[in-house]
């Protein structure tokens, strides 16, 4: 699925700094930070954990 966000402009720029060092894209640590955020969410308790299935690779 795609969608679309808009950054802060410093937010972007440590972004495009971090993939452009590590050769990964930006869309993976976009992916990679939201879930981390909704595992984080989950595991708070503030969604229940059936309506955030988690998905490791």
């Known amino acids: 699925m795609a969608t679309s ?3 802060d ?5 440590r972004l495009d700094y971090l993939a452009a060092q590590t050769g990964r894209t930006k869309a993976y640590y976009l992916r990679e ?4 955020g909704l595992e984080d969410a989950a595991n708070a308790g503030a969604v229940c954990r059936p309506c955030v ?5």
């Open 53 to 57: 299935p988690s998905h490791r690779d």
């Open 33 to 36: 930070i939201i879930k981390q």
């Open 9 to 13: 402009p410093l937010i972007e720029q």
């Open 5 to 7: 966000i808009r950054l």
